[in-house]
């Protein structure tokens, strides 16, 4: 794996709404392979934040999730348009 993918594995399992299925579908690695690329790539004690924080997370496991479809857009999150970021 290059870098960047390590990185954007790395960014996806910090967030609370991406599934751990989602990073299988996209980049192979089940979640226990996850689990070790963190604790390989991280610092034992940011290691154990992030673990502490996923474990139990429903939104981490796709059949554990409240809802079906969609996904979650803070209001403050800008929309993207003609490449360009678009101003509130």
């Given at each position: 794996?290059?870098?960047?993918?390590?990185?954007?594995?790395?960014?996806?399992?910090?967030?609370?709404?991406?599934?751990?299925?989602?990073?299988?579908?996209?980049?192979?690695?089940?979640?226990?392979?996850?689990?070790?690329?963190?604790?390989?790539?991280?610092?034992?004690?940011?290691?154990?934040?992030?673990?502490?924080?996923?474990?139990g997370r429903?939104?981490?496991?796709?059949a554990k999730?409240?809802?079906?479809?969609?996904?979650?857009?803070?209001?403050?999150?800008?929309?993207?348009?003609?490449?360009?970021?678009?101003?509130?």
């Amino acid at each position: 794996m290059t870098v960047r993918q390590i990185d954007r594995i790395i960014e996806m399992a910090w967030e609370d709404r991406t599934t751990f299925d989602a990073i299988q579908f996209q980049f192979g690695l089940k979640e226990q392979e996850v689990i070790e690329l963190m604790r390989k790539e991280m610092k034992p004690s940011s290691f154990r934040m992030w673990r502490k924080r996923v474990q139990g997370r429903a939104t981490k496991h796709q059949a554990k999730r409240s809802f079906d479809k969609g996904r979650f857009k803070c209001t403050r999150q800008r929309n993207i348009s003609n490449n360009k970021v678009s101003k509130r």
